[in-house]
C-alpha cells in the first residue's frame, strides 16, 4: 500500500523508506513470488492482528479491569460490561496492520487496493460496533440512576438507534469494497423504499413499539400480563425487538409480535405486586325472602358471638336517625350480617386496613338473590396464598348466614326450604369461642367452634 493511499497516514519518525528496504532485503527473493508472497502477506497480517489483540486485550485491558480502582467504580464496571474495551483492541488490531502492510515491499496493486478495502470495511465495522457498545454503556448507566433504578431504561432507544448505525454500515462498507460513493447506494435504496416497507412492515413497527415499551416502562421480563384477544395470559419470558414471549400459566408459550402491545389493549399485573396487595372482589347472592328485622332476644343473643357486638354498634349508628326508627330501632339480619362482614374483615391479619380501599356493599338485586360484595385487599400477592385467604373468609361467612337468620339463595329447583322457622335465631353459647382466647393458647379466633 502506497502512502498515499493508506488508511492510516504513518508518523513522522518512522522511516518508511529504511523499514521497506530492510523488509526487502530480509524477504529476499520471495517477494518476487506472486502467488505464495501474497498468502505469507495475508497468513502475517492475520497472525499480527490477533497477537496485537490479545496484547491489548490480556496485558492491557484485563488487568486494568482486576484492579482496585475497577472494584472499586461502579461506572467502570459498566464499561467493561459494555464490552468497548475488546472493540478498542479490535481497532488497534486493524490500525496496526494497516500501517505494517503500508510499509512492505514490492505488493501487487490490486493486491494492495483489495486489502487496504477490505481493512476499511472491517475498521467501519468494529467502529460501528464500538458506538453501540457506547450505546448500551449508556443505557446501563442512565438505567442505574437513582431516579430511575430500572433496567433497560433506555433499550428501546439504543435498539433503533442500532439498526440506523448497522444500516449507514452496510451502505458504507458496500461502498467501500466495490469502489463506489455511498450515494451510489442511497439512490437505489430511495428507489426501493416502497418495497422494503412491505417487506420490512412488522420490524419497522415492532421497532417503534420497542421504544414504546421499554421507555415507557410498559413490559419488563418477568412481569405477569394478559393481552387482549389473544391467548397469551402470563409471565413475560423473552421481549426483543420483534418477538414478545409469554409463557402461559399451562406452561404453553404464546409469541406476539412486539406492536401488538401497542395496538391492542393489555393488562400488566406488576403494580399489584409493587402495591403488595391483592384485591378481593366477590358477591354473596343473598335469598332476600330471608330479610327481616331482629327482636331483642335475637340480638341478644347474637351479641354472644365474636365481633356482632361491634357489629351491631356499627348497625344501630347507622340506622339510629332512620324514619323508621321512630318507635324504636329497627336492625335487620342482613345490615346486621354486612356490618359484621365489614368488621371481620377490618380485624383479619391478611387483609389490608388503612392503605388500601376495604368496604362490604349491597349491589342492585337480581334474579338470582341480592349481592352481598366484599370489596377488599389481601397482604399476600401469591396466586396460591391468595385463594387461601379468600376461601377462607368465605367459608366462614357462609358458615355463618344460617346464624343470621339469612340463607345463600339457591333455585327452588335446589333447594326447598321445607319450614321457613327454621331460620330463626338459636344461639348456643356453650359452642362460642370468645375473640382474644384460643384453647390452650391464648392467640385469637374469630371461627365458632363446632
Not at 90 to 100: E, K, P, Q, R
Not at 201 to 206: A, M
Request: proline fraction near 4%.
Amino acid at each position: 500500500m502506497s502512502e498515499d493511499k493508506g488508511l492510516i497516514a504513518l508518523p513522522d519518525f518512522v522511516k518508511a523508506n529504511s523499514i521497506t528496504q530492510w523488509l526487502g532485503d530480509t524477504l529476499g527473493g520471495l517477494t518476487s513470488d506472486r502467488i505464495l508472497y501474497p498468502v505469507i502477506v495475508v497468513a502475517g497480517l492475520i497472525f499480527l492482528f490477533w497477537l496485537t489483540y490479545l496484547i491489548f486485550k490480556f496485558l492491557i485491558f484485563k488487568p486494568i479491569a482486576r484492579s482496585t480502582f475497577a472494584a472499586k467504580s461502579a461506572r467502570f464496571n459498566q464499561v467493561l460490561k459494555s464490552r468497548v474495551l475488546g472493540s478498542l483492541a479490535t481497532a488497534v488490531g486493524l490500525i496496526v496492520i494497516d500501517i505494517v502492510l503500508d510499509l512492505l515491499p514490492n505488493l501487487n496493486q490490486q493486491f494492495q487496493d483489495l486489502t487496504d478495502r477490505v481493512i476499511t470495511a472491517l475498521l467501519i465495522l468494529v467502529i460501528v460496533q464500538v458506538i453501540v457498545r457506547a450505546f448500551r454503556f449508556v443505557d446501563a448507566y442512565y438505567s442505574s440512576l437513582s431516579s430511575v433504578n430500572r433496567e433497560g431504561a433506555f433499550r428501546g432507544y439504543v435498539t433503533v438507534g442500532s439498526f440506523l448505525v448497522y444500516g449507514v454500515a452496510v451502505i458504507l462498507i458496500l461502498a467501500t469494497l466495490m469502489g463506489k460513493s455511498p450515494a451510489y447506494f442511497l439512490t437505489g435504496l430511495g428507489a426501493m423504499s416502497a418495497v422494503l416497507l412491505i417487506v420490512f412492515r412488522d420490524t419497522l413497527l415492532s421497532m417503534f413499539a420497542n421504544v414504546i415499551v421499554t421507555t415507557g416502562d410498559l413490559v419488563r421480563v418477568g412481569d405477569w400480563i394478559a393481552v387482549s384477544g389473544t391467548d397469551a395470559n402470563g409471565y413475560v419470558t423473552e421481549l426483543s425487538l420483534n418477538v414478545l414471549k409469554v409463557q402461559n400459566f399451562d406452561k404453553t408459550v404464546t409469541s406476539l409480535p412486539t406492536y401488538t402491545l401497542v395496538q391492542n389493549s393489555f393488562t400488566n399485573w406488576r403494580g399489584m405486586f409493587d402495591a403488595g396487595g391483592r384485591r378481593i372482589k366477590r358477591s354473596l347472592f343473598l335469598d332476600q325472602r330471608t330479610f327481616r328485622t331482629l327482636s331483642e332476644k335475637e340480638l341478644d343473643q347474637l351479641a354472644k358471638l365474636p365481633l356482632v357486638d361491634q357489629a351491631l354498634a356499627l348497625e344501630r349508628e347507622a340506622v339510629a336517625d332512620n324514619p323508621e326508627c321512630a318507635n324504636g330501632l329497627l336492625v335487620t339480619n342482613s345490615g346486621l350480617f354486612r356490618q359484621y362482614c365489614l368488621v371481620y374483615l377490618q380485624q383479619h391479619p391478611k387483609i389490608h386496613h388503612d392503605a388500601m380501599t376495604l368496604l362490604v356493599r349491597q349491589l342492585q338485586p337480581t334474579e338470582t338473590g341480592i349481592p352481598l360484595e366484599l370489596y377488599c385487599f389481601t397482604t399476600d400477592t401469591r396466586w396460591a396464598f391468595y385463594e387461601g385467604i379468600q376461601a377462607t373468609i368465605f367459608d366462614h361467612l357462609l358458615s355463618l348466614i344460617p346464624i343470621f337468620g339469612l340463607r345463600i339463595f339457591q333455585t327452588e329447583s335446589d333447594f326447598a326450604e321445607p319450614d321457613p322457622s327454621a331460620r330463626t335465631v338459636d344461639v348456643v353459647t356453650d359452642l362460642l369461642v370468645t375473640v382474644g382466647t384460643q384453647r390452650g393458647s391464648g392467640a385469637a379466633s374469630h371461627e365458632p367452634t363446632p
